[in-house]
């Protein structure tokens, strides 16, 4: 039935006839209970209205119970909560429960609770929460201070004061306007394509009105009459006339605010300019109505309570608020108003009607005796249908207006609920099409039967989602889509996801993680059969994802075996680090080729056991006396061995993940942990680098030699019988090297007792850590040659470097006399070319001219002589025969060098090895 307001017309349509069993048994539910119903042909929620005296009947334990549009229960709970402030539906259709004490309570559409948190102590301690109202995002709150609270969250805490409004008293209604940029937004088509090829236009998801602190602007109407501002940062008066107002409400697209105050004066606002009213209109109201909402933005549905002569109650929902004119419906019932985006939905006691503005195409189509050019395209159908040759004088008629009379009916199609009037709009429109001159667009047609054929797929039984297509427009089928598999209704939503040609993964995943949670009976192979089955032809899905919840669900096996199925190695190798699966996680990060996947293993793997300080004092217990089996430091080395054991156990044969655990160990230098990797795994060459290396680390000779004693018992081939062929090689010397390290540290120590003892001049020497060269000069430097001459002869230093460092410690320290004595105290075997050079060098000339007439080359003497710029004794040089004393000391010297070299190819020649440890 059709209703005009003033130049418009509306029209109240039946949606469903309540479940009988479910909504329709208890009449009086809509009065006795808190009702929300959320939008988009949203559920319905129920609960206990503690504030009103309940009869004695049915179960005595409130429930939170959640419906459909048509009355079908969809789940309940039990309900311990008490002093509930608001229930209102956010985004999502979440159910948003705020209560006195402050906390806010979260619930799914199937009354499964979600998040619960406190927002504020600050609200506690003023009293708790007065009132409360709800936005997409977050919730406002007075307190009993009348303080307003905002926090950002339906999932956490994050509350902010806003300014201070000054109010004396709680306020009579209060608001959240969103803010100008989000009201003004129009929603974009998004082009995808359909199944079978074709260009289809898939609105978007609903966009995102989440609101930060800087956009929040609340409505507060004060009981001092005053219309108030509020933002973070100030509040500020209206100014606004003929209040108070009693009741406020903002539209569903944010754009119009409107008010009623006490005395039945109505305005209507812009949310841009809150201070000029758009439209006012008097109403005979003198108190506050039970709801005001807004039906589309056209105008305002207002639900009163009215005496009847009876002593009853008459429950009238007026409609209208243009030019101060008003659509009157009676019920019998109490009821409950729903603001949709195009209309407003009616809840009753046993049915759910739609009241809305009739489309102005369907008007142009169906009014009585229209004859414009859609209802003449309509009527030519049905002529032509019928066989009648008047159809052709009709589509004459609108032969100009052919293309707006074909999109009139496509309009008229998308806006009309009846199935068989929709079916008649689009063959009309259709039918006009084939006789325009140009082919028009076909993207609106394929537009407006694919959201047509949503609209009613989801309007029927189970799901009972009376949403329009102007309603599915606004909320995008990908949110649609999500609002059914968050019913569990995966089914339909793979096959709309189909049909619009939108990825099906977030469907399967929300199914995989209903089907893990609820059914207990399959066994982990089977589900994982079944899972991987749903999920093939969808490559890109997460199956980490899916075995996150198999774990949650302590199901670690069907996690694992999920994770099999992980194409994104990084996604799979972390997973499994959180299950604990470190030898799974190292085996595929090792396939995956990826070091840093590799790194992220092994940090698992030594977590529990990896010393914090980088470079430990003393050597571990592998090699050294046993600690106290109670002790600190061995319970710690326990733990490490056990955790070295499963990382040997993790990375066996993975050579990559071996040398990254060992380029670890080296760069946070973890020298500790690399010498114990390199025991327990049978290293030994390299837990004898290691232990050097700690040991070269150590300054002091108490510290370093345990750490050299350690090393020489890696490197001794004897106690390692598994070192053959070349390695046993390169062990024997590395073991007689440390071993000459040992033995070298011990005479430096020794040699700085005797120094400390003996007071040697030139203040207490450093000895222990230098090289044994460095030894030998420096105690020649200090003129301590017995010393050095016993060390020589300890550590059997060939002749030729023996020589060579006394001459230029000799030199260096100034002792040129002990110099020119060593030159003559036998043939030097390195020939008198270096004593010459060190003389030059510290600039004793006389020491060198002496020197020189000892060589056998007279022209090395004269060389000698003209750098020292004596160029008459280098002429006689030159001139000068030999001497038989030249001679022979050259031939002794060819002999003695050929004797030494036959010598150092014996195995007890002086000569025969030089330790390392020299150089």
């Given amino acids: 039935m059709w209703q005009k307001l003033d130049t418009l017309w509306y029209r109240r349509t039946d949606l469903y006839s309540l479940h009988p069993t479910d909504w329709a048994a208890d009449r009086d539910k809509l009065r006795l209970s808190v009702v929300a119903a959320a939008p988009f042909g949203g559920p319905i929620a129920t609960v206990r209205n ?238 506050k109505p039970k709801q005001m909402v807004w039906c589309g933005d056209d105008c305002i549905a207002l639900h009163l309570v009215t005496p009847t002569p009876s002593g009853g109650s008459q429950h009238m929902v007026f409609l209208g608020g243009p030019k101060n004119d008003w659509l009157p419906y009676a019920y019998d019932t109490s009821v409950c108003l729903v603001s ?206 899916v075995a996150s919840v198999a774990a949650n669900a302590a199901r670690p096996n069907l996690a694992c075996m999920l994770l099999e199925h992980e194409i994104k190695s990084q996604a799979q190798v972390r997973m499994l680090l959180k299950l604990a699966e470190t030898r799974l996680a190292t085996d595929k990060a090792v396939a995956s080729g990826d070091p840093d996947l590799i790194l992220e293993c092994l940090a698992a793997l030594t977590s529990g056991w990896m010393r914090p300080t980088p470079i430990p004092t003393h050597p571990p217990l592998t090699h050294t006396a046993a600690q106290a089996p109670g002790s600190t430091t061995r319970r710690r080395d326990d733990a490490m061995d056990s955790g070295l054991g499963a990382l040997l156990e993790a990375i066996k044969d993975r050579p990559a993940a071996a040398d990254l655990f060992v380029a670890m160990c080296k760069r946070t230098q973890k020298w500790e942990e690399l010498q114990r990797y390199y025991d327990k795994r049978g290293s030994y060459m390299q837990g004898g680098v290691v232990s050097l290396t700690l040991a070269l680390q150590k300054a002091d000779w108490e510290q370093r030699k345990p750490w050299l004693t350690l090393a020489a018992q890696f490197f001794n081939p004897a106690t390692h019988s598994s070192a053959k062929g070349p390695s046993e090689h390169a062990s024997k010397f590395a073991f007689e090297a440390t071993m000459d390290q040992l033995d070298l540290l011990g005479q430096q120590r020794d040699l700085e007792l005797k120094a400390h003892t003996q007071g040697w001049r030139g203040g207490p020497p450093r000895f222990v850590g230098l090289p044994l060269v460095a030894t030998l000069r420096q105690l020649i430097l200090r003129g301590e040659m017995t010393e050095a001459d016993h060390l020589r002869q300890h550590f059997k230093v060939p002749d030729k470097r023996y020589w060579r460092v006394k001459i230029d410690a000799l030199a260096d320290s100034g002792n040129i006399d002990e110099l020119l004595t060593f030159a003559q105290l036998r043939t030097s075997p390195i020939g008198y070319d270096p004593f010459i050079a060190a003389c030059v060098r510290v600039r004793a000339v006389d020491a060198a001219v002496k020197l020189i007439p000892r060589l056998r080359d007279p022209e090395a003497q004269a060389k000698w002589f003209s750098q020292l710029g004596l160029n008459e004794e280098a002429e006689a040089a030159l001139r000068r025969p030999p001497t038989s004393q030249q001679l022979g000391g050259g031939f002794l010297q060819t002999l003695t060098g050929a004797v030494r070299r036959l010598g150092q190819g014996q195995p007890g020649s002086a000569s025969a090895s030089a330790s390392p440890m020299m150089e």
């Fill in 50 to 287: 503690e504030k009103i005296f309940q009869p004695s009947r049915g179960a005595l334990r409130p429930q939170l119970q959640t419906y459909t549009a048509a009355g079908r229960r969809l789940g309940s709970a039990q309900w311990t909560f008490r002093e509930l402030i608001a229930m209102e539906w956010a985004d999502e259709e979440v159910l948003v429960c705020v209560f006195g004490d402050g906390v806010v309570r979260t619930f799914s559409a199937l009354c499964e609770q979600m998040h619960f948190f406190t927002v504020d102590e600050r609200i506690k301690n003023e009293g708790g929460v007065i009132q409360a109202c709800v936005f997409d995002n977050g919730v406002v709150l007075l307190s009993a201070a009348l303080r307003l609270y905002a926090n950002f969250s339906l999932e956490r805490a994050q509350c902010t004061r806003l300014a201070d409004a000054g109010l004396r008293s709680p306020p009579m209604s209060m608001c959240v306007l969103f803010p100008p940029h989000q009201s003004a937004r129009a929603a974009a088509n998004l082009h995808v394509r359909t199944p079978d090829g074709r260009p289809a236009a898939v609105s978007p998801s609903l966009s995102s009105t989440s609101m930060s602190i800087a956009d929040l602007r609340v409505l507060v109407a004060a009981e001092s009459g005053q219309l108030l501002l509020v933002d973070n940062s100030q509040s500020v008066d209206l100014k606004l006339e003929d209040g108070p107002f009693c009741a406020l409400a903002v539209s569903r697209s944010h754009r119009l605010v409107a008010c009623l105050s006490r005395t039945g004066i109505f305005k209507v606002l812009s949310s841009h300019n809150l201070t000029r009213p758009l439209d006012v209109a008097t109403l005979d109201v003198r108190k």
């Fill in 340 to 545: 949709e985006l195009d209309g407003v939905r009616i809840l009753t006691a046993d049915k759910s009607e739609m009241l809305h503005r009739v489309h102005p195409s369907t008007e142009a189509i169906f009014s009585i005796g229209s004859c414009e050019a859609p209802a003449m395209l309509t009527y030519a159908l049905e002529k032509y249908e019928a066989g009648d040759v008047a159809a052709d004088e009709s589509l004459r008629a609108i032969k100009e207006e052919l293309g707006e009379a074909t999109t009139a009916c496509i309009e008229a199609a998308a806006h009309e609920p009846n199935p068989e009037q929709i079916r008649q709009l689009l063959r009309a429109a259709v039918f006009g099409r084939h006789f325009l001159d140009t082919p028009p667009d076909p993207v609106p047609f394929v537009e407006a039967c694919r959201n047509i054929r949503v609209c009613l797929a989801v309007r029927g039984p189970p799901y009972e989602i009376p949403i329009t297509v102007a309603q599915l427009q606004k909320l995008g089928i990908a949110n649609l889509i999500d609002r059914l598999a968050k019913r569990r209704y995966h089914l339909l939503a793979y096959r709309l996801c189909e049909y619009v040609g939108l990825p099906a993964s977030k469907v399967l995943l929300h199914w995989a993680t209903e089907k893990i949670r609820h059914t207990l009976e399959l066994t982990d192979d089977q589900l994982c059969k079944e899972i991987v089955r749903r999920f093939h032809g969808c490559p890109n899905i997460s199956y980490s994802a």
